[in-house]
């Protein structure tokens, strides 16, 4: 799997990073590139004026040209900041159909300029934590930085860091997902140290979000990502024309962010179980089928609907379940990362339908996404042969470790049945909720 730091995508786009001082480096864009502000966000020409007045930079020098017939110019911006206390300037330049879109493509990529201001910033004496961040909308390059910055608040909070690509890819490729106008990273000194992303969450009536600060962040910046989360939430929960949404993220039991989340109006409303298995190791033998029970792949449009009914049974009254139609589901599980329907399985008992599993073959390990036996089927084993049969499948297909997350309250005692299957808990997660209301 390829992958990329901020600095090497940075370096390929043509933006020079210097360690210690800014590098020049001439940029342009076209319009397609061209940066854009949602109502009420940031405009990058506003940014670059608020760096103005913060002092970060000592003015932006603008020049626009315009070339073409008159019926349809076309125009040419360059925006040249000087970062304060250093002689190089930084540039970029726009092009475009419009004075106002290339201004702010050219302000867009001077912007993304990092370490614009900085330090100088840090030289006046400012607090590092207000302004000697650069924040900016999270990219798919991002995924090493940001594993990076979950890994080590899994240091600080329980000794082991555990987070993959494969979970940061999972928040960053979620449907519904608008990273432009719904994520943000603030950087310190070439690393990530706090992420906020929101987005809606499967159900209907909820929004789900993500947070990351870095241990060696300040509490203000947890306390500045909550803010924007909430901001989100209330413009997203406007925009649906609802008067009521909840909000939920999950969490480390004892996070650092704790605090924060509290002062927030935050609660904990569920803890989750993540369990995993290496494959490769000891795990149970697949036992043998009680008689007239067949596990199959559900290998046509009828078979994965049939799927979905038993999971619609298994999963009614459990906390938290709202009932889907088939086709809302299965477009959602399309967008999945991993998804793969040769990996959706049913057991049937007598030809009936009785027991299903959905598992994903994401790209550095193997998920189990949905298991649910219906009720009358119970206590047969058919959930654990579904599970071993993932296993031995998503083996074969190279993976060594398999993962699941489960409600720590589930009562059918869905961690127990994992248990038996050879999964072992690798650790907790709070799920905190906050309602957001539009007055
Ligand atoms: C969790 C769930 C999938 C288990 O399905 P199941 O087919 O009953 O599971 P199994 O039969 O493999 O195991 C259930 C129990 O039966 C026992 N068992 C297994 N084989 C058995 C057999 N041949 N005879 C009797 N009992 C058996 C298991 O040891 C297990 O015992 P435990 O609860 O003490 O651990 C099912 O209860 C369910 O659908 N729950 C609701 C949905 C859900 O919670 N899904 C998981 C979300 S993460």
Not at 15 to 31: E, F, L, R
Not at 373 to 381: F, K
Not at 395 to 407: I, L, N
Request: proline residues 5%.
């Amino acid at each position: 799997m390829q992958t990329f730091t901020l600095k090497t995508w940075l370096k390929e786009a043509g933006i020079q990073i210097g360690q210690a001082s800014i590098v020049h480096a001439a940029a342009s864009t076209s319009i397609t590139d061209t940066p854009t502000a949602a109502p009420g966000e940031h405009h990058p020409v506003s940014v670059l004026n608020e760096w103005t007045q913060q002092g970060r930079i000592d003015g932006v020098d603008w020049q626009v040209e315009a070339s073409g017939p008159s019926h349809a110019p076309a125009f040419t911006a360059t925006a040249t900041a000087h970062p304060a206390g250093t002689e190089r300037p930084v540039s970029a330049q726009g092009s475009g159909a419009s004075k106002a879109a290339v201004r702010a493509a050219a302000a867009g990529i001077a912007g993304t300029r990092r370490g614009l201001g900085r330090k100088n910033v840090a030289a006046r004496g400012l607090p590092w934590d207000s302004l000697g961040m650069q924040i900016r909308a999270a990219m798919m390059n991002d995924l090493t930085a940001l594993m990076e910055l979950f890994q080590a608040i899994e240091l600080a909070e329980i000794g082991r860091a555990g987070t993959t690509e494969a979970d940061i890819r999972q928040i960053l490729i979620t449907p519904g997902l608008d990273l432009e106008r719904r994520s943000c990273v603030y950087e310190k000194d070439d690393d990530i140290v706090g992420f906020a992303a929101l987005h809606p969450a499967p159900h209907a009536d909820r929004l789900r979000a993500h947070l990351g600060v870095s241990p060696v962040a300040s509490g203000s910046l947890a306390d500045a990502l909550l803010r924007q989360i909430e901001e989100w939430a209330h413009k997203q929960t406007a925009a649906a024309g609802r008067e009521r949404e909840s909000v939920t993220l999950f969490q480390m039991p004892q996070a650092l962010a704790t605090p924060a989340l509290h002062d927030h109006g935050w609660r904990v409303v569920r803890r989750y179980s993540r369990l995993t298995i290496d494959v490769n190791g000891e795990r149970p033998s697949l036992p043998r089928l009680p008689a007239g029970t067949e596990i199959r792949i559900a290998a046509c449009d009828d078979d994965r609907r049939r799927l979905h009914a038993v999971l619609e049974k298994a999963l009614s009254g459990h906390w938290n379940h709202h009932r889907r139609p088939f086709e809302e589901f299965w477009a959602d599980q399309q967008q999945r990362d991993g998804h793969d329907p040769s990996l959706w399985w049913i057991a049937e008992v007598e030809e009936t339908p009785a027991a299903v599993l959905i598992a994903r073959s994401q790209p550095d390990r193997g998920w189990i996404a949905w298991l649910g036996t219906e009720q009358r089927y119970r206590g047969r084993g058919l959930a654990r042969c579904l599970l071993l049969t993932a296993f031995a499948e998503l083996k074969a297909r190279g993976h060594h470790m398999v993962g699941v997350d489960v409600d720590s309250a589930n009562d059918t005692n869905a961690t127990g049945v994992y248990e038996a299957a050879g999964m072992r808990v690798l650790g907790q997660a709070d799920q905190w909720q906050r309602d957001i209301t539009i007055s």
